[in-house]
């Protein structure tokens, strides 16, 4: 399999191999350009992976502050159950949007997979 043909903005040649029936690799070639974009413009809406973690590390510390609070006596018994309830729908809202963002981005990714897989398959009926 060749490499790519594609010159890296620090003028060193791409070292990735090519794909299959094109000069460039997928990162390079123009007809994937659109695609490319696509999956680029979602890095600033996903907001990140670390953003969920922190979130549900914030939640933990609460939980604890609010244990603390209810066994020394400081929040009755009724307010803080309440209190826990709330913070563990927040922490399932958190929980479920991560299962969400994953489910979609595996989705998206094995949607890839398959039309590379076609088009492979496409390449070999007429010889190429």
Same mark, same amino acid.
Do not use: Y
């Given at each position: 399999?060749?490499?790519?043909? =594609?010159? !890296?903005? #620090? %003028?060193?040649?791409? &070292? *990735?191999? =090519?794909? @299959?029936?094109? /000069?460039?690799?997928?990162?390079? #070639?123009?007809?994937?350009? @659109?695609?490319?974009?696509?999956?680029?413009?979602? %890095?600033? !809406?996903?907001?990140?992976?670390?953003?969920?973690?922190?979130?549900?590390?914030?939640?933990?510390?609460?939980? /604890? @502050? +609010? =244990? #603390? !609070?209810?066994?020394? %006596?400081? *929040?009755? &018994?009724?307010?803080?159950?309440?209190?826990?309830?709330? +913070?563990?729908?927040?922490?399932?809202?958190?929980?479920?949007?991560?299962? =969400?963002?994953?489910?979609? /981005?595996?989705?998206?990714?094995? /949607?890839?997979?398959?039309?590379?897989?076609?088009?492979? !398959? %496409?390449?070999?009926?007429?010889?190429?």
């Amino acid at each position: 399999m060749s490499r790519c043909a =594609a010159i !890296k903005p #620090d %003028g060193e040649r791409c &070292r *990735v191999s =090519a794909i @299959e029936g094109s /000069e460039w690799c997928w990162n390079h #070639d123009p007809s994937h350009a @659109e695609e490319r974009k696509r999956h680029g413009s979602r %890095g600033g !809406k996903r907001g990140g992976r670390g953003r969920p973690v922190s979130e549900l590390a914030r939640l933990a510390s609460r939980f /604890e @502050e +609010l =244990a #603390d !609070k209810v066994l020394s %006596g400081e *929040v009755e &018994r009724a307010r803080g159950a309440v209190a826990g309830q709330l +913070l563990q729908g927040a922490r399932a809202c958190v929980r479920d949007g991560l299962t =969400a963002r994953e489910q979609m /981005e595996l989705t998206e990714r094995l /949607e890839a997979l398959e039309v590379a897989l076609e088009q492979r !398959k %496409g390449d070999r009926r007429w010889g190429a």
